[in-house]
């Protein structure tokens, strides 16, 4: 509800004219500045088919696009449909503008614009908010059978994972030379492991992070089982340890 008339605004000290609305016992511009119109999170993460393109919006995979337009189309999908106002006062919400601050990749940053009305005021408002949104790679189960589940190499990154290092790793991972052999890539509190049918691919991947960062390295191999010639199949495990940048 609107408060009850005051002559001055309890934030700002300001006297509010008869004809100026009072929300919260604080003029409009401080009532902007204090409170949130809506809730939107200020980082958002979604699952990206590295493959195929596809979005992972909740349980389904939807839209194949460029890795420069999907991050922003997410982000739509979140603010069309999760959207909520944040105060009791806050009705008729709409997104007027999403505009990138720097060039879409999979590490993003938009300015969006939120219009509303609140009770009381007779004009609709606006409010900006920045929001962070990263693509993780992964792959989509479609694109999962076509390229088949077994891997021959695990390259585990694991110590510093930081913004640099994940826009630096996308670029590795998005390569010609790389991308073809990548069977599916898991990221959790651990670290990131990829999983890759090549191993010139994954030492293309520890060649060009060291190139970047201080990295320990580690190798190790294991026996999974035999080809139908008899002969035994091994699996390569290189440990990628980021230390710090070069």
Same mark, same amino acid.
């Given at each position: 509800?609107?408060?009850?008339?005051?002559?001055?605004?309890?934030?700002?000290?300001?006297?509010?004219?008869?004809?100026?609305?009072?929300?919260?016992?604080?003029?409009?511009?401080?009532?902007?500045?204090?409170?949130?119109?809506?809730?939107?999170?200020?980082?958002?993460?979604?699952?990206?088919?590295?493959?195929?393109?596809?979005?992972?919006?909740?349980?389904?995979?939807?839209?194949?696009?460029?890795?420069?337009?999907?991050?922003?189309?997410?982000?739509?999908?979140?603010?069309?449909?999760?959207? !909520?106002?944040?105060?009791?006062?806050?009705?008729?919400?709409?997104?007027?503008?999403?505009?990138?601050?720097?060039?879409?990749?999979?590490?993003?940053?938009?300015?969006?614009?939120?219009?509303?009305?609140?009770?009381?005021?007779?004009?609709?408002?606006?409010?900006?908010?920045?929001?962070?949104?990263?693509?993780?790679?992964?792959?989509?189960?479609?694109? !999962?059978?076509?390229?088949?589940?077994?891997?021959?190499?695990?390259?585990?990154?694991?110590?510093?994972?930081?913004?640099?290092?994940?826009?630096?790793?996308?670029?590795?991972?998005?390569?010609?030379?790389?991308?073809?052999?990548?069977?599916?890539?898991?990221?959790?509190?651990?670290?990131?492991?990829?999983?890759?049918?090549?191993?010139?691919?994954?030492?293309?991947?520890?060649?060009?992070?060291?190139?970047?960062?201080?990295?320990?390295? !580690?190798?190790?191999?294991?026996?999974?089982?035999?080809?139908?010639?008899?002969?035994?199949?091994?699996?390569?495990?290189?440990?990628?340890?980021?230390?710090?940048?070069?």
């Amino acid at each position: 509800m609107v408060a009850t008339r005051l002559d001055r605004c309890i934030r700002c000290g300001r006297r509010i004219a008869a004809s100026e609305p009072v929300i919260d016992g604080m003029c409009l511009e401080c009532f902007l500045e204090e409170r949130k119109l809506v809730e939107i999170p200020g980082r958002l993460d979604f699952e990206y088919c590295r493959s195929c393109g596809a979005i992972r919006y909740g349980y389904r995979w939807v839209e194949q696009l460029p890795l420069e337009e999907a991050s922003r189309r997410y982000l739509e999908l979140y603010l069309s449909e999760r959207v !909520k106002p944040a105060h009791a006062l806050v009705e008729d919400v709409k997104i007027v503008n999403i505009e990138p601050l720097q060039y879409p990749s999979w590490r993003s940053v938009y300015r969006v614009v939120v219009e509303a009305r609140l009770k009381g005021v007779e004009e609709p408002v606006r409010q900006e908010y920045v929001v962070e949104v990263r693509a993780v790679p992964s792959l989509c189960p479609a694109c !999962k059978n076509d390229r088949g589940g077994d891997y021959n190499v695990l390259v585990q990154v694991r110590g510093r994972i930081d913004a640099k290092l994940v826009e630096v790793l996308g670029r590795i991972l998005d390569s010609g030379r790389v991308a073809p052999w990548v069977v599916d890539i898991i990221e959790d509190k651990r670290g990131i492991d990829i999983l890759l049918r090549d191993r010139g691919a994954a030492s293309r991947i520890v060649s060009e992070l060291s190139k970047y960062f201080v990295v320990d390295v !580690k190798r190790s191999a294991e026996t999974v089982g035999m080809t139908s010639t008899g002969i035994e199949r091994r699996r390569l495990t290189i440990s990628v340890r980021v230390k710090r940048p070069r």
